[in-house]
Nanobody, 122 residues
Framework: QVQVVESGGGLVQAGGSLRLSCAAS????????MGWYRQAPGKQRELVAA???????NYADSVKGRFTISRDNAKNTVYLQMNSLKQEDTAVYYC????????????????WGQGTQVTVSS
């Protein structure tokens, strides 16, 4: 399955911007739909942005218009540009395959990386 290393998180003031990077391996990267997920303490992990192998994108309503997902297949890398950050965006951000079309059996067995912490202050 996909192996990833996430980077680019940090502490930023509300209204600021960050760009997250995800370097992937272990798969034929260009054939996979990829996504960015986030998880805040005590909450479930949620998909915030996804991009197909063909470049089509989807966003959670909470980030639409503020976040942009992109990919560079030559570098096996997925990016998440985050603008106009809000305190509610504070979470650990993870990169993985887009699992929306996967079975629950498979999804429970997917391995997650360490993620990258994004903290938005007032």
């Amino acid at each position: 399955q996909v192996q990833v290393v996430e980077s680019g998180g940090g502490l930023v003031q509300a209204g600021g911007s960050l760009r997250l990077s995800c370097a992937a391996s272990g798969i034929i990267f260009s054939t996979y739909a990829m996504g960015w997920y986030r998880q805040a303490p005590g909450k479930q992990r949620e998909l915030v942005a996804a991009i197909t192998s063909g470049g089509n994108t989807n966003y959670a309503d909470s980030v639409k218009g503020r976040f942009t997902i992109s990919r560079d297949n030559a570098k096996n890398t997925v990016y998440l540009q985050m603008n106009s950050l809000k305190q509610e965006d504070t979470a650990v951000y993870y990169c993985n395959a887009d699992l929306r079309g996967s079975s629950s059996w498979y999804s429970r067995r997917v391995l997650w990386g360490q993620g990258t912490q994004v903290t938005v202050s007032s």
